[in-house]
C-alpha cells in the first residue's frame, strides 16, 4: 500500500491519519466531504485504497461507499465509524465496504486502520489476480472451443467433397453399365456402383451429422437401404425391412458394417427366391458388452452347402468382400442352420479399445 485516500469531516483526525501513514512511508491524501472524495478518486487512479467516515455532512459514508462501488476498478472500501454504530458497520459490510473500523478505540485507532487497508489491498490484489486468471482460462476454452467448431466444420466439408466424388463415380459407372453391350459387364457395373454407394453413403452420414467421429448406424442403413430399394429394378425390394437398435460406430466401422449389408441384401435378392420376391430382413441388436450383431436374413432356397465359386453365376466376390470386412470389423461371421432360407449373422465391437470382461 503506497497511496490512501481518507474521507472524514473530522479535521484533527485526518491530520492525525496522515502523520500516522506517513511514518510508513504511505500517502494519505485526505478529503472532508464525500462529493470530494468521489472527485479525488475520479482525477487520480492511483489510490490503493479508500477509508470513508460514515457519519459526514452532506453526502453520507454509506453513499459514498455505494458511488465508488459504481466506479470500474475502484479500489477497496474500509469504512470508519463510532462505537455505538456496529449496526451501520454491518450495513456497510453488506453494501461492499471491506472492513470497518471503530474510531475511538484508545490510541489504536491509527493501527488498526492501517491493518485494515493493507488487509484491503491484499484482498483486492488477490481477487484481481484471480479473475484474471479466470479470464484467461476462459479466453482459452472460447479458444479451443472455437478451433473444434473449425475442426469439425471443415471435417464436414471434407466428407461432402468425398461423398459427392463417390456419388460422382457411382452415376459413371450406371453410365457405364447402361451402355454396355454385354449383359454380364452390366451386371458387373451395377454391383460395382452399389458398393461404391455403400460407401458414399457413409460420408453423406458424416457431414450431415453434428458428431464427424461416429456414424449413427441406424440412419446409415436406414438410408442404405433407401438407396438399394431405388436402384434395384422392379420393385424387387418391396418387401426388405430394417430394424436396428440405436447404434453409433466410427466411420470405417460404418463403412465395413454397410458394404456386408450391401453384399448380402444383393445375394438375398438374386438367389433367394428363383421363382419371385420375398421378405429380406436386416437388423442390427445391440447385445451389450461393446457387441453388436447383424443379421440378414431371407426365408428363401437357402445356400446350397457345396454351392462352389466355380457356379456359373457366381463369382464368389461377394462373400470374399463380406470376409474381408468382416476382418476388418473384427467380427465372427456364422450362418445360422436352424433357419429355414439363408441367415447370415455378424457379430461384432462397436468401438475399438472398449474394455471386455473377461470370461
Ligand atoms: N441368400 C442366398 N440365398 C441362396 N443362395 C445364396 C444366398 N447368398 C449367397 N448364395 C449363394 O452363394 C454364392 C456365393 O455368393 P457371393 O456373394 O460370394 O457371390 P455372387 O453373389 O455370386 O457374386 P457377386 O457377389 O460378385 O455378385 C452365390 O452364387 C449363391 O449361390
Ligand atoms: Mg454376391
Known sequence: MRKALYIDDDAGLRALVQRGFRRDGI??????????GLKALENDDSFDVVAVDLYMPGLSGLETLERINQMPNHPPVVVVTGA???????????????????????????????????AAVDAMRTHRAKEAAEAEVREARDRFEALAAERAMLMREVNHRVGNSLQLIASLLTLQANSARDPEVSKALASATGRVLAVAQVHRRLYTSDDVQSVSVD?????????LRRSSESNALAQLTLKTDPVNVDPDRAVAVGVIVNELVMNALKYAYPTGKGAIRVAIRDTGNNRAVLSVEDDGVGIAPQSEPSDRKSTGLGQRIVKAMGEKLNAHIETDPSHAGTRVLVSFDMRKDAPRPAL
Request: glycine content about 6%; charged content about 25%; hydrophobic content about 50%.
Open 27 to 36: 500517502e494519505v491524501v485526505h478529503v472532508a466531504d464525500g462529493e470530494s
Open 84 to 118: 455505538q454504530d456496529s449496526r451501520m458497520a454491518v450495513t456497510a459490510l453488506k453494501a461492499g465496504a471491506f472492513d470497518y473500523v471503530i474510531k475511538d478505540v484508545q490510541g489504536e485507532f491509527i493501527y488498526l486502520l492501517k491493518a485494515a487497508l493493507q
Open 219 to 227: 440412419q446409415y442403413l436406414t438410408a442404405l437401404v433407401e438407396d
